[in-house]
């Protein structure tokens, strides 16, 4: 298997325009992770899906944030519009959930910044 | 608001020594515990999970947990230059298996 792959690797964009993560993540997988990391505040997670369906949003930082998984093999997030403070290592994980087994693997992560 | 400790360290030990990494966490009901090592650049990576008290060794790696405590630490004998990471602690506070809190690690550096 490839693992998680996300796309882009690498994002550079002005404050104000859109931006779009997107994640594929392991065959098999039913649960999908979106986690931020900075220096400041380690790896936080935004919001996870099971089966495709968002479960727990709570981590998005406010209504710029927004997240799709329309169906098992793909993911996107979103934020409109961009500021600095967005900038970020964005990971994307995934896992089969088995009980309390949660070994999530990550992708490579896209590095944004926002100028 | 539930949360995980970690010294950011660096943590530094010679090359061959045992590494202690240390994290605790708030909440007495969790039932999963994770270490991650991450290399600078690179994503987590899963190393070593536990999810009852006591010890679990996979190779050069030890995870003791304690719940008692709220404790839980990786130990790594044998250290190589290859170990120089940051080691992430994660634990599920949910139960339901499937969202993790991470602490903000600690950095070990392991010298020649």
């Known amino acids: 298997d490839a693992g998680v792959i996300q796309s882009p690797r690498h994002e550079v964009t002005e404050m104000g325009q859109e931006v779009t993560l997107r994640c594929k993540p392991i065959?098999?997988?039913?649960?999908l992770f979106w986690y931020r990391q900075t220096m400041m505040r380690g790896l936080e997670l935004l919001i996870y899906?099971?089966?495709?369906?968002?479960?727990?949003d709570s981590g998005m930082p406010e209504d710029r944030f927004s997240a799709k998984m329309p169906n098992a093999s793909f993911s996107t997030l979103k934020i409109q519009p961009s500021e600095p403070r967005d900038s970020a290592v964005y990971f994307c994980?995934?896992?089969?959930?088995?009980?309390?087994?949660?070994?999530?693997?990550f992708g490579q992560g896209t590095r944004l910044t926002v100028v | 608001q539930k949360e995980v400790e970690q010294n950011s360290g660096p943590l530094s030990v010679p090359e061959g020594a045992i590494a202690s990494l240390n994290c605790t966490y708030s909440?007495?009901?969790?039932?999963?515990f994770f270490w991650y090592r991450q290399y600078s650049g690179k994503s987590p990576e899963l190393i070593m999970s536990?999810?009852?008290?006591g010890d679990k060794e996979d190779g050069r790696f030890t995870a003791q947990l304690n719940k008692a405590s709220q404790y839980v630490s990786l130990l790594i004998r044998d250290s190589q230059p290859s170990d120089s990471a940051t080691y992430l602690c994660?634990?599920?506070?949910?139960?339901?298996?499937?969202?993790?809190?991470f602490g903000t690690g600690t950095q070990l550096k392991v010298e020649l």
């Open positions: 994980a995934s896992s089969l959930q088995t009980g309390m087994n949660t070994e999530a693997f």
């Open positions: 065959s098999g997988h039913n649960s």
């Open positions: 899906f099971n089966n495709n369906v968002p479960i727990d």
């Open positions: 909440d007495r009901v969790s039932q999963s």
């Open positions: 536990i999810y009852s008290n």
């Open positions: 994660a634990v599920d506070f949910t139960g339901g298996g499937n969202k993790l809190t």
